[in-house]
């Protein structure tokens, strides 16, 4: 499980665009599969189980933020009162993360997969849960999308 947490981060950070998310993310993931651990059949790809859990886990996350936001206003809404341009003091993403971050959710987690992670279609599409065409299909209008970010950043 050691040998997988600098992959299963990366993934992560592709998933949240945030370090420290992904950081939570990972650690999340870790503390799931330690408990479920039984669940996990011998013989199978341990890998393949625990991308599994951590997109789960991603998803869960994404649906609770949506409901949070659908009540409450947004933590990060007061952090610019009172300051002059507190967007100079974000940190400016790399083009190809600005250009990841604008792809749909289906389209980023494709991308990741495959060309990131180097999961073959059949594997990334068991992490995803869905047909490899399906998984093919994202992946092209994924990868095609980025070009064209990619090129507008140029």
Known sequence: MLALLPRLRR????????GARADD???MTVERALRSRDQWQEGTRMDSWM???MRNLWID????ATRRGQTFV???AGESVGADGGQE?????SD????????PEEQREAVL???VEGWSYKEAAGIIGCPVGTLNSRLVRGRDALLALLGEAA
């Open 11 to 18: 993934f992560a950070h592709g998933l949240t665009r945030d």
């Open 25 to 27: 993310l990972c650690q």
């Open 51 to 53: 991308y599994r859990i």
């Open 61 to 64: 996350e994404a649906r609770a």
């Open 74 to 76: 947004d933590e990060e």
């Open 89 to 93: 003091a974000r940190v400016a993403l």
């Open 96 to 103: 190809i993360d600005r250009a990841m971050a604008r792809l």
């Open 113 to 115: 997969l495959v060309m």
